[in-house]
């Protein structure tokens, strides 16, 4: 069963994975999905038909809009804001009625894939993805995808080098890289050029 906060607006059709809990202030609406064991900290908005895979932590005070995906094991951090209007208007060109807020032609999708973290207070574009593993430094602004295990910083993000799947940086990008590095953790990659592929630390040891 799910833990839902008694202030906490919970729309129709929301599905809720066990274990799963939900703070307070929290508003979820139509249609949305979150798997098993995600926590959604306070003051949290996630939008209609938002899809969210198990084991995501999403921090306090986040806005995640429509046309977002967020697979297994993400964590979101505090204050982060998704977008997904490139050039968003209030109102139609006559300034008569509010544009609609349904997604339509303008709506462009974000993906963050599993494993990747963004860090406090970051805006996050559309039309883009955030890799597996990659790590989005705190206040950073991402306005392009971010590769598999690349930390991103700066606004806009830029890639700086290489996290390894338990959160510690492993190299540092120096032009025409070719490496084979190898994390305290025992974790090991491959790095060609801007592409990290991970190794099987087994056969690597071999």
């Known amino acids: 069963m799910a833990r839902v906060h ?3 607006i919970i ?3 929301v ?3 066990e274990g799963t809990s939900v703070w307070d202030n929290v508003h979820i609406r139509h249609g949305a999905t ?4 995600c926590i959604v900290g306070e003051k949290t908005y996630i939008a209609y038909d938002v899809k969210i895979g198990h084991r995501v932590k999403i921090n306090a005070m986040v806005y995640i809009c429509a046309a977002v995906t967020i697979e297994d094991g993400v964590m979101i951090s505090a204050s982060t804001t998704f977008t997904n209007d490139r050039f968003p208007r209030a109102t139609m060109p006559d300034l008569k ?8 032609e303008h709506t462009l999708p974000t993906l963050v ?3 990747a973290t963004i860090g406090a207070a970051c805006t996050i574009g559309n039309d883009l993805e955030i890799g597996r593993w990659a790590m989005i430094g705190m206040g950073s602004v991402v306005t392009k995808s971010i590769p598999d295990f690349h930390l991103a910083l ?5 890639s700086i080098g290489v996290v390894c799947k338990c959160g510690s940086l492993v ?4 032009d025409g890289d070719t490496a084979n590095v190898a994390c305290s953790c025992g974790l090991r990659y491959e790095i060609t050029g801007r592409v990290v592929t991970e190794q099987d630390s087994a056969a690597a040891a071999a």
Not at 34 to 37: A, I, S, Y
Not at 97 to 104: H, I, K, N
């Open 6 to 8: 008694p202030t906490a």
């Open 11 to 13: 729309e129709e059709n």
């Open 15 to 17: 599905t809720l994975g």
């Open 34 to 37: 979150l798997g098993d064991e």
């Open 97 to 104: 009625a509010l544009r609609p807020s349904e997604p339509d």
């Open 113 to 115: 894939r599993e494993g």
């Open 154 to 158: 700066g606004s806009p993000a830029r």
């Open 171 to 174: 190299h540092k990008f120096a």
